[in-house]
């Protein structure tokens, strides 16, 4: 920058600073200013007051309209809600209030706005921090009725319904009942308790009227509801194939976060009036357009869940879940079903349904029939019936004399290995005699080299054959064990009786026990703490690996003899976050089966074993031959036709 800029711009801001001092105002001038100020504040906050009272006093006209409006009395509703919503203009206007419907059970709360479910409270349980338990919560939900009616779009949830009952509290009693027979149909038939309903009615004119009908029984998890028209074919447009119900929520965390727990299980069912029940996506935002009769819909969450039933079937529907963050810690995911209800002007009709709100358990769901049961996810077939069959009926009745439930996780797998005990022993004893004849098989390596693998395979089995021992020995038993393995894995993470008990230092054993908290998370699925039973389960898994791998031969497979640990591992990664229940059964039917191993080894004695085998070794005679070596020589011949076949191209 040269001089004479540098010049200009001193002047420039001289001037400036010279014109500001100049015209700075007097201190009567800033008095003057700060009043008039004041004044002008005064004059709007006087305005602001009469626009309040001049607002206020609208309002208070407004409602004393509507309270002197009927539904024969057209003239006194305000002309832009006859624009809205016609006829149904009549019921445009009111105070939201809310009626309560309780039993034992439930507190389902009904607002006059919309006539709809309000909130849904399971009065029994706690959410994971101790409150209330809420399935559905205050303004979280969407339920309505929508349709055209004269021309006009009318969703229900945005009119005013009336009571037909005065007291803001519908409340039903009836005999005391014992634990374990909440919500059971059984118990109620024979120890019957009162029922009542509350009728919300939506007004349009002249005897036309819409009622929603809520029922509520005692010692029911269930309420019954039911929609009557009235007069509605002489509002509703002569079109109209179907109404629209409309039942959406967002679904409330019951549980602690866990990927293994709530936030895996949560997704939709429904359940065809004809056909096998299907589910979404539990992992990712789902929709499904159902155009054949529908059962039910169900709102499934671990432990709790939220059923629509028809009486008969609802002629089609839309469903979606639409999930939310992993990091939301408070709502799962948005559910959402628009039910098409057919209708036709010429012959009104009701509908009729009903409301599930209550726990996952399996009898309770299973009393109400439907298959509403297999909203809980026992496993695939067979595991599915060692759970039906053997797991749950024995598990609810040691529940009936017994509250620890530590305990009763320890008898049920005393139980469960007495079961598996003679598949266990004869799959000792084979791998017994395999490891009898380690030195035969050893001969027979060195007597055949690797390019006549066919050859050493004939020269085994025809050994096995001679001294009378099955390969498959060692297997077979096994697989009889594997279902009632996998059982337990469906059965103790989603078994609500586990939920909230506390055993040792486990305070919930239907999610992990946190032993350590670490201050860091570990990766590949492990977490951000240390659950000591899973710990156990994996020590306890590693100690049984070794005793199996003494009695086996894996000589032909070397690698084979650390793959084995690679499983306690796995499982140590996986059950981490996994039901404490869970981990805990594993932990003790490992400590039985190292118990009876060591038990088993007693009892059989390798030199005779091995003297033996060798006895049938020269015997003469021909043996039988098992399906499996029959079917595994004909393998073989037919691999060696091939070859000589190629041999000769």
Request: proline content about 4%; hydrophobic content about 35%; some cysteine.
């Amino acid at each position: 920058m040269d001089r004479n800029t540098t010049i200009g711009l001193v002047m420039i801001f001289a001037v400036l600073i010279g014109f500001s001092y100049l015209n700075r105002p007097s201190q009567d001038e800033i008095e003057e200013a700060k009043q008039r100020r004041d004044s002008i504040e005064f004059v709007q906050q006087q305005l602001q007051e009469e626009l309040a009272e001049q607002e206020q006093k609208k309002k208070e006209e407004q409602q004393t309209v509507e309270k002197s409006a009927t539904p024969d009395d057209a003239e006194n509703v305000d002309e832009e809600m006859k624009t809205l919503y016609g006829d149904f203009s009549v019921s445009a206007q009111g105070e939201e209030e809310y009626i309560t419907l309780e039993n034992n059970l439930l507190r389902v709360q009904i607002s006059t706005k919309g006539g709809r479910i309000y909130s849904v409270e399971l009065k029994n349980y706690k959410r994971h921090d101790s409150t209330d338990l809420i399935l559905i919560e205050p303004d979280k939900s969407v339920h309505n009725l929508s349709f055209f009616a004269q021309n006009r779009s009318i969703k229900t949830d945005d009119l005013f319904f009336e009571p037909q009952v005065s007291e803001k509290l519908v409340e039903v009693d009836g005999p005391q009942v014992p634990v374990g027979r909440e919500g059971r149909i059984k118990f109620n038939e024979e120890n019957p308790g009162e029922s009542n309903e509350l009728v919300m009615r939506l007004n349009a004119g002249q005897g036309r009227y819409i009622d929603y009908v809520y029922t509520i029984k005692h010692n029911s998890y269930v309420v019954d509801y039911d929609i009557r028209m009235n007069g509605m074919d002489e509002i509703i447009n002569t079109n109209t194939g179907y109404l629209n119900f409309n039942f959406n929520y967002e679904v409330p965390r019951q549980e602690r976060p866990s990927k293994f727990g709530e936030d895996r299980y949560t997704t939709m069912y429904y359940k065809f009036k004809d056909a096998e029940l299907d589910d979404l996506s539990q992992n990712k935002d789902d929709q499904e357009s159902l155009n054949t009769p529908i059962k039910w819909i169900g709102y499934k969450q671990l432990f709790f869940s939220t059923v629509i039933m028809a009486d008969d079937a609802f002629d089609n529907a839309e469903i979606s879940s639409d999930r939310f963050d992993e990091d939301d810690s408070d709502y799962l995911a948005y559910f959402s079903s628009d039910i098409g209800l057919a209708f036709d002007s010429r012959q009104e009709r009701d509908y009729g349904m009903s409301f599930y709100f209550g726990p996952n358990h399996y009898q309770t769901l299973k009393e109400h029939g439907y298959d509403l049961e297999k909203l809980i996810n026992l496993g695939w077939p067979v595991v599915r019936e060692v759970n039906k069959f053997i797991i749950i009926p024995t598990f609810n009745f040691l529940r009936r004399y017994i509250d620890n439930f530590g305990l009763i996780i320890l008898i049920l797998t005393v139980m469960i290995r007495l079961i598996v005990f003679p598949f266990t022993y004869k799959s000792y004893v084979s791998q017994a005699k395999m490891k009898a004849l380690k030195p035969e098989i050893d001969e027979i390596s060195k007597k055949y080299p690797k390019d006549k693998a066919m050859e050493k395979q004939q020269a085994t089995m025809a050994l096995y054959k001679k001294v009378g021992v099955s390969p498959m020995g060692g297997c077979l038993p096994m697989l009889f064990q594997f279902p009632f393995l996998i059982a337990m894995f469906y059965f103790y993470p989603g078994s609500i009786e586990l939920r909230q008990e506390s055993f040792l230092w486990a305070t919930d054993l239907s999610t992990y026990d946190t032993f350590i908290n670490l201050p860091f998370t570990v990766p590949f699925g492990y977490g951000d703490h240390v659950s000591l039973f899973t710990l156990l389960m994996a020590i306890t898994t590693m100690v049984q690996t070794r005793l199996q791998g003494q009695t086996q031969d894996t000589s032909a497979m070397p690698g084979m003899k650390y793959m084995m640990y690679f499983m306690p591992i796995f499982l140590l990664f996986i059950l981490n976050s996994y039901a404490a229940g869970l981990s805990y059964y594993y932990f003790l039917a490992n400590l039985f089966t190292i118990g009876q191993t060591y038990i088993i080894r007693k009892t059989i004695d390798e030199g005779k074993v091995r003297a033996q085998l060798l006895a049938n070794k020269k015997k003469p005679g021909k043996k039988k031959k098992s399906g499996f070596q029959k079917r595994l020589e004909d393998m073989q011949r037919k691999q060696e036709n091939l070859t000589r076949q190629k041999k000769k191209k």
